[in-house]
Nanobody, 122 residues
């Protein structure tokens, strides 16, 4: 079993930055690929970014390429989502997930955090 806890959300003005953190606990946490997803009320949860267990492979949604990065610190069982040049359309609840593949589809992720709210004002 793996537990994931997100933090770092908040209110920021457009053009600003935030860094989300996801701390993982449980067995073999560093063997999982990690991903970030986001969800607006009434909409599907959508893929944002993912990173392989060793950190050598990353993928991003087109909407965040060039603005977001996904550093990973396996020594501290933590994955981050560094968000720069934020836009109002980035407003959502952001979820961390752990899974067996570096993938954008939700079905590849077995464990999920409870989410952290990010609000970007215009």
């Amino acid at each position: 079993q793996v537990q994931l806890v997100e933090s770092g959300g908040g209110l920021v003005q457009a053009g600003g930055s935030l860094r989300l953190s996801c701390v993982a606990s449980g067995r073999f946490v560093n063997t999982y690929a990690m991903g970030w997803f986001r969800q607006i009320p009434g909409q599907e949860r959508e893929f944002v970014a993912t990173i392989s267990r060793g950190g050598g492979t990353t993928h991003f949604a087109d909407s965040v390429k060039g603005r977001f990065s996904i550093p990973r610190d396996n020594a501290n069982n933590t994955v981050y989502l560094q968000m720069n040049n934020l836009r109002p359309e980035d407003t959502a609840v952001y979820y961390c997930a752990a899974g067996g593949a570096v993938a954008s589809a939700r079905r590849h992720y077995s464990y999920w955090g409870r989410g952290t709210q990010v609000t970007v004002s215009s």
